[in-house]
């Protein structure tokens, strides 16, 4: 849709997800256009990146940051287009973030290894609960991974049971060599970054973890503090509070789920320190487990943003985890 500066439409029509038609649509007008105002979509970066190539100006409108018109009586396609085009003639328009190109793809990739950490993780808790139902054996992670067909063979004499478990640890087993593949190629894909090498100086933060929180945050000038960090990672809690009581909740799904995953993976490695473990116990008796996580987790990332915003402040984990 095309409107003018009273909010009248000059064009409009359906395009098929064709760039070329989208072009056409918009060509005859291009000199006089501003912008072009694209919704954030899953699936919006080819024709974000294909108007910017064609020479159109876009923007990119954060559709969770939008309050609907009080007063439409309904609303459509047709009505969100030209409210979208009103927000931008009137300077109002929430605007998302456009993701630099040239990193995009191996931020993604870094992502489908997360989903590949995630099913390999519920499949390995499915053979733990396999062995605890059936032989009343309690393996942990590390045990499940070194497996093998034979003693599975061994432990299980029933068949059926037997190829359940046969079936799980393959899977499990597949998982792992796929993400060890995304995981060599991430590492001769990316090269060297101070920001990422500060990361590491964190317990908890490897390489991959670095990069992928790197990557997460794009340009880190869009954070201005250190409390806009830590709700873009949806580490701290999301509600309304009037004259001391809670009227609500705010938008949690409002947040990076990504970097919320890597803190919280970060906080379960960071307990191999005796004093982050320490911390952490004493955490789970005041607040609970869950709790005592997300404490750590968001403590590490706070320090991780100043460390990243400030090359000259130094990590003392005496001083944070106390």
């Not at 309050?67 to 605007?95: C, F, T």
């Not at 000038?221 to 580490?235: D, I, K, Q, T, W």
């Not at 609970?288 to 706070?302: D, E, F, N, P, V």
Request: aromatic share 8%; with cysteine.
């Amino acid at each position: 849709m095309i409107s003018n500066e009273r909010d009248e439409v000059i064009k409009k029509k359906r395009l098929a997800n064709d760039l070329g038609e989208v072009d056409q649509f918009f060509s005859a007008y291009k000199p006089r256009l501003s912008e072009i105002v694209i919704e954030s979509t899953y699936n919006g970066y080819w024709l974000m990146d294909g108007l910017r190539e064609l020479g159109y100006g876009v923007k990119l409108a954060n559709p969770s940051a939008m309050q609907p018109y009080v007063g439409l009586k309904h609303s459509d396609d047709e009505s969100d287009a030209l409210w979208l085009n009103q927000m931008h003639r009137l300077g109002i328009l929430p605007e998302g973030y456009i993701y630099p190109k040239p990193q995009r793809a191996v931020r993604d990739l870094l992502r489908r290894r997360m989903l590949l950490v995630h099913s390999r993780t519920g499949l390995i808790n499915s053979l733990k609960q396999h062995y605890q139902s059936w032989k009343a054996m309690d393996l942990g992670a590390s045990q499940i991974k070194k497996l093998t067909e034979e003693q599975i063979a061994e432990e299980f004499k029933n068949t059926s049971i037997q190829y359940c478990a046969q079936v799980l640890h393959a899977s499990i087993q597949s998982l792992s060599e796929q993400i060890e593949r995304c995981e060599s190629w991430v590492d001769g894909d990316l090269k060297e970054d101070t920001l990422v090498e500060r990361l590491r100086v964190l317990p908890g933060i490897g390489k991959l973890l670095g990069w992928m929180i790197r990557l997460e945050i794009g340009e880190l000038e869009r954070f201005p503090a250190v409390e806009n960090y830590l709700s873009y990672c949806g580490l701290v809690e999301s509600r309304r509070i009037s004259n001391e009581k809670t009227k609500g909740h705010g938008n949690a799904k409002n947040r990076n789920k990504y970097l919320r995953w890597a803190y919280g993976e970060a906080a379960i490695h960071a307990l191999r320190h005796s004093r982050i473990k320490k911390y952490h116990d004493r955490l789970i008796k005041k607040k609970g487990r869950i709790k005592a996580k997300a404490i750590i987790a968001s403590k590490l990332a706070r320090i991780s943003f100043m460390l990243m915003k400030n090359p000259e402040l130094v990590y003392n984990e005496n001083k944070l985890f106390v």
